[in-house]
């Protein structure tokens, strides 16, 4: 099936082997929950170390400057977070342009092929070579451009011979802009690519430090709010609760399984019925 004029589709290896790393470097989050789960539980436990009744007793378990790594932290990966956001826009606008920049130096370049064909009749050699006729691969984005080049170079070099076909000098000007706005374009979403992997690699590891950082506080909670001592004291109920020591992290997995239809209860004292022969009738 033949693509629609106007229209050219190529892969970028760079990009392939990017999106390789990425989702290596997504692999490497230390929690199965989502982003903002964790945003929200870790306000909720750095709640309750500011609170001066339930969480002085478990700030002195610990470490003395935990609680402003904490508070620095959760503002990190919220940061990150609304980065992560803009640059995937980003990314999208600029992958946008390019598939613009490309669909219009493709056209204009489909009808400076159709006036080379009439300039040079039969010249195979010359319109293959020079004019890339008949050439389309590889298509990756490299291999594009440097067709590209090319074919414009051969534009100009044979303006003369193109122009009483309708190939004018002005149409010369704008495939070179056209020729430019696509390599601009392809560097710019190159680039936009690279600052959304490294900002998807940072947001990683301030999450997983995040997500440490709250088991950590929850150890020091445990300590003044252990089962135990809620058993004899009622009143520590709430600071258990606050520090969410009985549900965080979230079981995601064990949730979805309870949720599941219960198997079917077979009474080990039914016996088994089994029914009765059937004899025909005599004819």
Not at 8 to 19: A, E, P, T, W
Not at 58 to 71: I, M, N, Q, R, S
Not at 74 to 97: E, F, H, P
Not at 151 to 159: D, L, R, S
Request: glycine residues 6%; aromatic residues 6%.
């Amino acid at each position: 099936m033949r693509r629609p004029a106007g229209r050219r589709i190529f892969s970028n290896r760079r990009i392939i082997q990017k999106r390789t790393v990425m989702s290596d470097t997504s692999n490497r989050r230390g929690f199965s929950f989502s982003f903002g789960t964790l945003q929200r539980d870790a306000q909720r436990l750095l709640g309750a170390l500011n609170d001066s009744t339930i969480g002085a007793p478990v700030v002195t378990k610990l470490p003395a400057t935990f609680v402003a790594d904490f508070t620095a932290q959760i503002a990190l990966a919220a940061k990150l977070d609304t980065d992560q956001s803009g640059v995937i826009g980003t990314l999208a606008t600029l992958t946008r342009a390019q598939a613009q920049a490309l669909a219009d130096f493709v056209r204009l370049a489909s009808i400076a092929r159709r006036t080379a064909k009439l300039a040079f009749p039969g010249q195979d050699t010359l319109l293959s070579s020079e004019f890339k006729v008949g050439i389309k691969d590889p298509q990756d984005l490299a291999s594009v451009l440097d067709r590209a080049r090319a074919f414009v170079a051969a534009c100009q070099k044979y303006a003369s011979d193109l122009a009483p076909h309708g190939w004018l000098e002005a149409d010369n000007a704008e495939i070179t802009a056209a020729l430019a706005a696509l390599t601009n374009a392809g560097h710019d979403q190159g680039n936009a690519s690279d600052v959304k992997l490294g900002t998807t690699a940072r947001r990683i590891d301030a999450a997983n430090l995040l997500y440490k950082q709250c088991l950590v506080a929850q150890n020091g909670a445990r300590k003044v709010y252990s089962p135990a001592q809620v058993l004899a004291d009622a009143s520590l109920v709430e600071g258990r609760a606050r520090f969410l020591l009985d549900e965080f992290p979230p079981r995601t997995r064990a949730s979805a399984s309870s949720t599941a239809a219960p198997a079917a209860v077979v009474s080990p004292v039914a016996p088994a019925v089994t029914p009765p022969a059937v004899v025909p009738l005599a004819a």
